[in-house]
Protein backbone atom coordinates (compact mmCIF):
# COMPACT_ATOMS: atom_id res chain seq x y z
CA UNK A 1 0.00 0.00 0.00
CA UNK A 2 1.35 3.40 -0.82
CA UNK A 3 1.91 6.43 1.41
CA UNK A 4 -0.89 8.94 1.46
CA UNK A 5 1.77 11.66 0.08
CA UNK A 6 2.85 8.77 -2.92
CA UNK A 7 -1.09 8.31 -3.62
CA UNK A 8 -1.36 12.07 -3.90
CA UNK A 9 1.75 12.05 -6.05
CA UNK A 10 0.94 9.20 -8.47
CA UNK A 11 -2.30 11.09 -9.49
CA UNK A 12 -0.73 14.79 -9.80
CA UNK A 13 2.64 13.94 -10.53
CA UNK A 14 3.40 16.94 -8.06
CA UNK A 15 4.90 16.19 -4.11
CA UNK A 16 3.11 17.74 -1.40
CA UNK A 17 3.33 16.62 2.43
CA UNK A 18 -0.21 15.27 3.88
CA UNK A 19 -0.20 18.99 5.55
CA UNK A 20 -0.65 20.51 1.96
CA UNK A 21 -2.80 18.00 0.95
CA UNK A 22 -5.39 18.76 3.78
CA UNK A 23 -5.33 22.17 3.57
CA UNK A 24 -6.10 21.62 -0.46
CA UNK A 25 -9.14 19.81 0.84
CA UNK A 26 -11.45 22.50 -0.19
CA UNK A 27 -10.26 23.50 -3.32
CA UNK A 28 -8.65 19.89 -5.09
CA UNK A 29 -11.00 17.09 -5.84
CA UNK A 30 -7.83 14.56 -5.33
CA UNK A 31 -7.35 15.40 -2.21
CA UNK A 32 -10.85 15.19 -1.17
CA UNK A 33 -10.68 11.84 -2.66
CA UNK A 34 -7.54 10.71 -1.06
CA UNK A 35 -8.69 12.08 2.37
CA UNK A 36 -12.49 10.87 1.90
CA UNK A 37 -11.03 7.50 1.45
CA UNK A 38 -8.55 7.71 4.42
CA UNK A 39 -11.30 8.76 6.76
CA UNK A 40 -13.34 5.42 5.35
CA UNK A 41 -10.76 3.13 6.19
CA UNK A 42 -10.13 5.06 9.72
CA UNK A 43 -14.07 4.26 10.41
CA UNK A 44 -13.43 0.55 9.57
CA UNK A 45 -10.42 0.15 11.74
CA UNK A 46 -12.09 1.59 14.60
CA UNK A 47 -15.07 -0.25 14.42
CA UNK A 48 -13.59 -3.74 13.73
CA UNK A 49 -11.46 -2.66 17.05
CA UNK A 50 -14.54 -1.79 18.76
CA UNK A 51 -16.10 -5.50 18.00
CA UNK A 52 -13.02 -7.17 19.36
CA UNK A 53 -12.13 -5.61 22.04
CA UNK A 54 -15.69 -3.81 23.05
CA UNK A 55 -13.84 -0.45 24.90
CA UNK A 56 -16.71 1.83 26.44
CA UNK A 57 -14.49 4.93 25.07
CA UNK A 58 -12.59 5.51 22.17
CA UNK A 59 -10.59 8.13 21.75
CA UNK A 60 -8.12 10.00 19.08
CA UNK A 61 -5.80 11.88 19.68
CA UNK A 62 -2.41 13.74 17.85
CA UNK A 63 -2.20 14.72 14.72
CA UNK A 64 -5.63 12.97 13.07
CA UNK A 65 -7.43 14.80 15.71
CA UNK A 66 -6.96 18.31 14.03
CA UNK A 67 -8.64 16.64 10.79
CA UNK A 68 -11.93 15.81 13.32
CA UNK A 69 -13.95 18.71 11.84
CA UNK A 70 -14.03 16.73 8.40
CA UNK A 71 -15.63 13.46 10.27
CA UNK A 72 -19.33 13.50 10.98
CA UNK A 73 -19.65 12.10 14.21
Known sequence: MY????EYF?????????????????SN???????NNQINNLAKYIFNF????NPDVILIGGAISKIMNLLKC
Open 3 to 6: SFEQ
Open 10 to 26: NLNKIYKTAKQIYKEYN
Open 29 to 35: DDAQKLI
Open 50 to 53: SLVI
